[in-house]
């Protein structure tokens, strides 16, 4: 009698590796977040952050975790200043410019890159502005990925017209980390902000199946399902 014919197990693991072999990891995600609470529930998986507060003793603007340099109406690079008299969302201290007119604070159209000396999965900081800033003037930018602002009642706020707006991006694909980590702001008008307390996270490195090792994992299943069809077919014959 003819038997239906039926497809092994292991011919179903050959396709999946090689499949795999083919196509390579899963895709990459990465969120923006307008709330350090989000943020912080997006990278609970990841390593424990590193914050800069523009406040610790010893730690200069450019360390071995990244170098910061910018675009700014006022010329020089961006530098820490000591926010005595204004608010910050900790210490005193904040990350601003050269511009004394300004208190040392950003003016619109400025930009910030952030280059990571290592790439991080997650990247997140408070820009303080005032009460004239609208939804979209604050990108944070990573990857082709951005973030903006959102409205004045997100932000946290000192209840005397300044405010903190949360921008950050996470990423839970160890490829995809972030090496160079861009904030910009709208120029259409004139605004001041400061950045500060930046948090910096970044994902355990766990060894992946390369395409290569799903490869050979595959034919050698094919070539164990080839030699199980071929000792069927003897054992058929010699039953003859």
């Known amino acids: 009698m003819h038997r239906p014919a039926t497809r092994p197990a ?11 072999g083919i ?40 360390n071995t975790f990244w170098t910061v340099s910018g675009s700014l109406a006022a010329g020089g690079a961006p530098q820490v200043v000591n926010g005595s008299g204004l608010w910050t969302t900790s210490g005193v201290s904040f990350l601003g410019s050269a511009d004394a007119g300004n208190l040392g604070q950003f003016t619109s159209g400025d930009t910030l890159t952030f280059n990571l000396s290592q790439p991080a999965h997650a990247f997140g900081l408070y820009v303080i502005t005032g009460s004239d800033v609208i939804a979209g003037d604050l990108t944070l930018q990573a990857n082709g990925h951005t973030v903006s602002n959102g409205p004045l009642s997100q932000a946290l706020s000192d209840g005397h017209g300044s405010y903190a707006h ?56 094919l070539m164990a399902s080839t030699r199980m069809r071929t000792r069927r077919k003897s054992s058929t014959h010699n039953s003859l």
């Open 10 to 20: 292991c011919a179903w693991l050959t396709a999946a590796c090689l499949g795999l």
């Open 23 to 62: 196509t390579g990891g899963a895709q990459a995600t990465v969120q923006g977040h307008t709330t350090l609470a989000s943020f912080a529930a997006a990278s609970a998986s990841h390593l424990p952050a590193t914050l800069f507060d523009f406040d610790t003793p010893g730690l200069s603007l450019n």
């Open 166 to 221: 949360f921008l950050g991006l996470v990423t839970d694909t160890f490829n995809e980390g972030f090496s160079t980590v861009n904030l910009s702001s709208n120029g259409d008008f004139f605004f001041v902000f400061a950045a500060d307390d930046v948090r910096v996270a970044s994902l355990a490195a766990v060894p992946e199946p390369s395409g290569a090792l799903l490869g050979a994992l595959g034919l050698g299943s």
